[in-house]
T-cell receptor
Framework: DAGVTQSPTHLIKTRGQQVTLRCSPISGHKSVSWYQQVLGQGPQFIFQYYEKEERGRGNFPDRFSARQFPNYSSELNVNALLLGDSALYLC?????????????FGSGTRLTVV | GQQLNQSPQSMFIQEGEDVSMNCTSSSIFNTWLWYKQDPGEGPVLLIALYKAGELTSNGRLTAQFGITRKDSFLNISASIPSDVGIYFCAGLNYGGSQGNLIFGKGTKLSVKP
């Protein structure tokens, strides 16, 4: 079975641009979460979606938005990119919201803002 | 954003040695998780702990859920070169509308053959 798939794997953008990152969860998983991992730090929670509804939001500005589609895949959008948005963006899927051991992470999208 | 206090930040050990790392929080969690992350990859779950005082093993790895629910420990016995990587603790409160992981800053493990 395929794991969590994220695309693209790497991305370079210019300050002020917009970016869309994509995530396909494990088949049968209905919850998708997004995390930002800055170099040298642990992942920070951005959003959680379950059954296509936003169920949690971390301490990130409104430039960050996300959505979940009927097939449970998800997109993370970041507008007006700043240099500080450079990070590894991780997607995690789980069978349901808050499944304790069910969080499986993808390999991430490495975003570089120049 | 909130991050757990994880120590040590890094460790350089000889192959065959045992390793201990810990994680503390100012707030309680009902689940503690330990992950390992290799370069260019996402975190991979090693051990999940669900009850205060619980001691759980996974091969050479042993982790404990602290009695106060504010801390957790991970031990690796007889380290081998493939143990190299960054280890993260994570706390989770699930139920209701909650379900997001709070991570530590990581412990970078280097093993000398």
């Amino acid at each position: 079975d395929a794991g969590v798939t994220q695309s693209p794997t790497h991305l370079i953008k210019t300050r002020g641009q917009q970016v869309t990152l994509r995530c396909s969860p494990i088949s049968g998983h209905k919850s998708v979460s997004w995390y930002q991992q800055v170099l040298g730090q642990g992942p920070q929670f951005i959003f959680q979606y379950y059954e296509k509804e936003e169920r949690g939001r971390g301490n990130f500005p409104d430039r960050f938005s996300a959505r979940q589609f009927p097939n449970y895949s998800s997109e993370l959008n970041v507008n007006a990119l700043l240099l500080g948005d450079s990070a590894l963006y991780l997607c995690a899927s789980s069978p349901r919201q808050g499944a304790p051991s069910g969080y499986t992470f993808g390999s991430g999208t490495r975003l570089t803002v120049v | 954003g909130q991050q757990l206090n994880q120590s040590p930040q890094s460790m350089f050990i000889q192959e065959g040695e045992d390793v201990s790392m810990n994680c503390t929080s100012s707030s309680i969690f009902n689940t503690w998780l330990w992950y390992k992350q290799d370069p260019g990859e996402g975190p991979v779950l090693l051990i999940a702990l669900y009850k205060a005082g619980e001691l759980t093993s996974n091969g050479r790895l042993t982790a404990q859920f602290g009695i106060t629910r504010k801390d957790s420990f991970l031990n690796i016995s007889a380290s081998i070169p493939s143990d190299v990587g960054i280890y993260f603790c994570a706390g989770l409160n699930y139920g209701g509308s909650q379900g997001n992981l709070i991570f530590g800053k990581g412990t970078k493990l280097s093993v000398k053959p």
